[in-house]
């Protein structure tokens, strides 16, 4: 039997690195094994799946130089890919389970399942024994409801995981999922299954995170009698806090990465090390190198430190091994300095300069990954250093609430701050996005500036500035959220001086 791996992203976010971490791991196993590796979307959360997300995962995985051999762009034996066009599929055998009483019709109203949560339990199972007659009469009033898988209520589920070895799950804390959604669409856990065995999938090599829905996935394989998949689930991917990585901390979208300049080349020689380590000892290698010498015993268990000191040290690597003086400039040009991107810059500078030396110092801040920061940029009117972060980190909570990023949200969402805190937009909220954005209080117009800079850097400098001004300890952040989400941010504020 022909290995065959998968990676399965839900486009409902910025590609993360974690997308390019387990294709890279999926990659590497199917090619290995001389096997297939497909790509599948999950874009059954229709209310969260987008296409422009679906196609920034296509194109930060080629930008990584990973290839899929089935998917929704190159087709395949096996498709459609996509599980919005999979959805009859899985309705058919969400009946099925409930014909032959492995699954439930639950007939839960939202006041029901709001109550059971109030009491903190989660759902109670109530519908999961109704008798034929009940349910013939509630389908008749047209009353609406969801699937739901029976779950054994006593004894383990024990599963062997490939990397982390034997797995004990207590039946009793595995809930009653739910398996079809009242509009005819699936969960994850049904689709994933469905596909995974009609895919014809061997390995599921995917996050550590998903280790705790195997059960659920393990018991379904079960009730449609189909042989389940290997299992190996592959180390989170940390902060250098040893937290589990997050936007809210860690630049996590792989555009980051690709606008800061680093080279695709060192970034997957970078997500390779997180969970591996080469016989060698090697830190260094190509894709082609782990290929060859893959072995899946020598995935690391526990998880990988993130730590971009590290990226940026190979990343020198690379550029002084790879990358020849002679072709420096050209990699630089396609980089940032591409004709689109100046024409697009032109007009912000084009009444700003006096000279054409002007013109970098003017935009500096387009072309760098790291702001000189000063105390004295952030503190406008006198405001203290905690105030101003947390005005920073309210617009990026404003920003995080528009669909994109474009100028005219960003502008919105500076405003909306400067009345949630009472302050004055032009004396304190500019003065810090300048200063957070180009290190100083005046520049080319700001708005424009950001939309250039693109989201994943002007959220990276909004960390670092945050950070600079000492990060926002926990409990503030959770009474900051609390009066943000109640617009009113104006007592939290402190001036150092008196100078408001
Ligand atoms: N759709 C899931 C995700 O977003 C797939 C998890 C899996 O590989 O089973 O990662």
């Known amino acids: 039997m022909s290995v065959r791996v998968r990676i399965a992203p839900s486009p409902t976010g910025d590609p993360h690195v974690g997308t390019a971490y387990m294709a890279l791991f999926n990659l590497i196993f199917a090619r290995h094994f001389n096997g297939e590796f497909i790509l599948r979307i999950e874009d059954t959360d229709q209310t969260r799946s987008r296409k422009d997300y679906e196609q920034a995962i296509f194109d930060t995985l080629h930008w990584c130089g990973i290839r899929w051999d089935e998917g929704p762009d190159v087709g395949g034996p096996y498709g459609p890919y996509r599980q919005s066009e999979r959805t009859a599929i899985y309705k058919k055998y969400a009946d099925q389970l409930v014909a032959e009483g492995k699954a439930y019709k639950c007939f839960a109203t939202p006041e029901e399942l709001a109550e059971m949560r109030l009491i903190g339990r989660g759902y109670d199972r109530r519908y999961r024994n109704l008798s034929a007659q009940e349910i013939g009469e509630r389908l008749a009033a047209g009353q609406s409801y969801v699937i739901r898988l029976k779950v054994p209520l006593t004894g383990d589920c024990v599963f062997i995981d490939d990397i982390k070895g034997q797995i004990t799950y207590p039946w009793a804390d595995i809930d009653d999922q739910i398996l079809l959604k009242s509009d005819g669409f699936p969960t994850y856990h049904l689709a994933n299954i469905v596909d995974d065995h009609l895919m014809k999938i061997t390995h599921v090599i995917r996050g550590d995170e998903w280790l705790s829905s195997t059960p659920k996935h393990i018991l379904l394989y079960e009730y449609f009698g189909w042989p389940p998949p290997r299992f190996l689930h592959m180390p989170l991917l940390l902060g250098t806090d040893g937290r589990k990585l997050s936007k809210r901390r860690n630049p996590t979208s792989i555009f980051f990465y690709r606008d800061s300049g680093y080279l695709p080349e060192a970034f997957v020689n970078f997500l390779t090390l997180m969970g591996y380590s080469m016989p060698s000892d090697q830190e260094v290698y190509t894709l082609d190198a782990i290929i060859k010498e893959f072995d899946p015993k020598r995935i690391g268990v526990s998880g990988a430190v993130f730590d971009l000191k590290k990226l940026d040290w190979l990343n020198q690597h690379y550029l002084i091994n790879c990358v020849p003086e002679n072709q420096l400039w050209e ?163 402190e001036f150092s001086s008196s100078t408001q």
């Open 331 to 493: 990699k630089i040009k396609t980089w940032s300095y591409s004709d689109n991107f100046m024409n697009q810059l032109m007009p912000l500078v084009h009444t700003r300069i006096k000279t054409f030396g002007e013109f970098l110092e003017l935009t500096y801040f387009l072309f760098v990954n790291h702001i000189p920061y000063t105390d004295t940029l952030f503190a406008p009117k006198g405001l203290a250093k905690p105030s101003s972060a947390m005005i920073l980190q309210s617009i990026l909570w404003a920003m995080e609430e528009k669909e994109n990023w474009g100028r005219e949200n960003i502008q919105k969402a500076s405003f909306e701050v400067a009345s949630a805190f009472g302050v004055n937009h032009k004396k304190i909220v500019m003065p810090l996005l300048f200063a957070t954005i180009m290190g100083k209080w005046q520049g080319p117009p700001l708005f424009d500036s950001v939309d250039l800079l693109g989201k994943e850097r002007t959220r990276a400098r909004f960390l670092a500035a945050i950070e600079f001004l000492g990060g926002i300890p926990k409990k503030k952040l959770i009474t900051l959220k609390d009066h943000w989400e109640r617009r009113e941010c104006a007592s939290l504020l």
